[in-house]
């Protein structure tokens, strides 16, 4: 096999992987969805070798399960998992915000106020879907403020994971308009190099989260525990529910009428 053909089929499951993980994250999978190799490829307009490895990927990650007789689903989180991922997270962002109000530099300052002043600016017209992957930003550009690769690497981990699970649960409920206010005060005390404040209000914004998407994942009369654990009797999501991006519903595009969202 030729070096040029190794790279190929390695950038062909490195894309297989992105584009899978991106549709999980943004719900274009389905939690416990039949993940079917021949439409996926299809699809992405591949081979099956790169999406059987992609998936084997993902299986790692534990963003996808797979079943002898069922093959590879999505998976479905439960209480446990996301109390856990929130736990972790909650931890680590805690310690990001300390040190990345002690290493944050301007370019950094000036990267959070644009985006919180963008973010204000949608609430004001509505446009939670624009809003999703700003305010998820906010999260990253503090960490990697810190300076600190690995905790950075180990959050992005961790931010996969709960994005999923935030995506709807803002999509689903006004908590946006709460979680701007609260990115607001720690811009404040980052922006005044105060690690102990930062921290606190970090912690105090997370604890919050976890709270509130622990308590509709435990309602079975809310929408996001049906859509996140399967439970039985899973409504039907609405079009606007889906994050509108720029991409978004390219796979069905690019497909011969697939149908990955069954």
């Known amino acids: 096999m030729s070096k040029e053909k190794t790279l190929s089929e390695a950038s062909l499951t490195d894309r297989a992987y992105k584009e899978i993980k991106d549709w999980i994250i943004h719900y274009k999978l389905k ?54 991922m929130y736990d972790l997270r909650i931890a680590l962002e805690v310690v990001a915000a300390e040190e990345a109000a002690v ?49 950075t690497e180990i959050l992005r981990g961790v931010f996969d994971r709960i994005w999923m699970v935030q995506n709807l649960n803002i999509l689903t409920s006004d908590h946006l308009i709460y979680a701007h206010k609260e990115h607001a005060e720690i811009y404040k005390a980052l922006e005044k190099n105060d690690p102990k404040k930062a921290a606190a209000l970090m912690k105090k914004h997370l604890e919050f989260a976890k709270k509130y998407i622990l308590s509709r994942l435990q309602d079975s009369r809310d929408v996001l525990a049906h859509l996140i654990t399967g439970l039985p009797g899973m409504p039907s999501v609405p079009g606007d529910l889906r994050p509108k991006r720029k991409d978004a519903g390219s796979f069905r595009s690019r497909s011969k009428k697939v149908s990955l969202m069954r």
């Open 103 to 151: 290493r944050m530099k301007d370019v950094d300052r000036k990267r959070l106020s644009r985006t919180l002043e963008e973010v204000g600016n949608l609430i004001k017209k509505g446009e939670k879907g624009q809003i999703l992957g700003l305010e998820q930003n906010f999260h990253v550009i503090i960490t990697e403020a810190t300076g600190n690769w690995l905790l």
């Open 31 to 84: 939690p416990g969805v039949h993940l079917k190799i021949d439409e996926l490829a299809s699809a992405l307009s591949m081979s099956q070798t790169p999406i059987r490895e992609a998936l084997s990927k993902l299986e790692h990650q534990h963003l996808v399960d797979r079943h002898p007789q069922k093959g590879y689903l999505v998976r479905l989180l439960d209480l446990k998992d996301v109390s856990d």
